[in-house]
């Protein structure tokens, strides 16, 4: 029996660009931008008369309330600066355990029997920009995360004479995986953009929305997420030496499955998009966004997938040669005899599969 366990917890350096106060509420005026030391901001306009706003300020009863909500989920700036003024030391979680046993039996002279199985689980956490709802992760890699996997396998040798041996293996492996944003379960997603659909098995935190050419917010496309592939082996080996050959036969049967889960991205995206930078975040607070996608309902990918696959090799003959190179040898004359058993270009794909290794 063995087993192996990590604990890792350190610090990540995220940094990005938050909104600064006066430009979360539409305080685009050349006083703003020199209270801020940066440069002055350009002219923006009505988007519904065209005119240019008074003192380039836009009026509050003009910006969308629930962009108002959204601003707020920003952290507030901690460096100085327009750009990149947002630091944050993030821990970063990292921890697994694995199992390992093994036992074997002797029942005779005969026969040898053992039987293992491996059990793995670790639990990850890579933390976004910002945390919390606002969430800030730029890829489905992040987040919080599962990773299990198990086999076992079960093997019997059984010797019927000198010359003649058999070796039987039963296997199975499972892998699950999964994944989620870190914000997940904390929220309904309509509370911040409206009309999303509502389902709580993927709610949590808020669509990503992306101020081009400065910054975004939200969680990333594809979370949550899972995995749970998996795979049944039989293989049976019957082996004869005649003089200077070994002869060998037999069955390597294999059930893979497939199956995996995700959210699809039509829920989890918007952008406002316009240059320079201060327009794009007008056309946020308006809520007009340059680009969005929504799904009019809840949908998500579903897919599992079930093969089956075999191989039966024909007589095996090679004459083994003195020296290190006799296993090759062996094993480059039973290549060459399996591929020539193949009589079709589909059977071939096959072969090359089960062979990858």
Do not use: C
Not at 113 to 125: E, K, M, V, W
Not at 191 to 201: I, K, L, W, Y
Not at 206 to 230: A, C, E, H, R, W
């Amino acid at each position: 029996f063995n087993y192996e366990g990590t604990r890792i917890s350190r610090g990540v350096l995220r940094i990005s660009t938050v909104p600064l106060p006066n430009e979360r509420t539409g305080d685009f005026s050349p006083a703003a931008a020199a209270a801020n030391g940066i440069a002055p901001y350009p002219t923006i306009y009505d988007l519904t008369t065209g005119q240019p706003f008074n003192n380039n300020q836009i009026p509050q009863g003009s910006i969308d309330p629930f962009a108002t909500k959204i601003m707020a989920l920003f952290p507030l700036p901690n460096l100085s600066g327009q750009l990149n003024n947002y630091v944050r030391n993030a821990l970063l979680t990292d921890n697994a355990d694995s199992y390992n046993g093994r036992v074997d039996w002797v029942p005779s002279q005969s026969d040898n029997i053992f039987a293992r199985y491996s059990y793995s689980n670790r639990n990850r956490f890579i933390p976004g920009y910002y945390g919390g709802i606002g969430d800030g992760t730029s890829t489905s890699a992040w987040g919080r995360q599962v990773l299990k996997g198990q086999s076992a396998v079960i093997g019997w040798t059984h010797v019927f004479t000198p010359t003649l041996v058999n070796e039987f293996r039963l296997g199975f492996i499972r892998d699950y995986s999964f994944a989620e944003q870190d914000p997940f379960g904390q929220n309904k997603v309509d509370e911040f953009v409206p009309g999303v659909p509502d389902n709580p098995a993927v709610a949590g935190g808020i669509s990503q929305i992306t101020l081009t050419n400065f910054t975004f917010i939200g969680s990333p496309d594809f979370l949550p997420k899972q995995q749970v592939p998996q795979q049944f082996q039989w293989v049976d080996n019957l082996s004869k030496t005649l003089g200077n050959h070994a002869l060998k036969f037999g069955l390597d049967l294999r059930a893979p499955m497939r199956n995996i889960y995700q959210d699809e991205p039509g829920t989890r995206e918007a952008a406002a998009q316009s240059n320079p930078e201060p327009r794009s975040a007008l056309r946020f607070l308006y809520a007009r966004p340059g680009r969005q996608k929504r799904t009019g309902e809840f949908r998500s990918h579903r897919q599992r997938r079930r093969r089956r696959a075999g191989l039966r090799p024909k007589r095996i003959a090679a004459t083994p040669r003195s020296g290190t190179n006799q296993q090759s040898q062996f094993r480059a004359a039973h290549r060459r005899l399996l591929r020539s058993s193949f009589k079709n270009r589909a059977a071939g794909r096959l072969w090359n599969l089960l062979h990858a290794s």
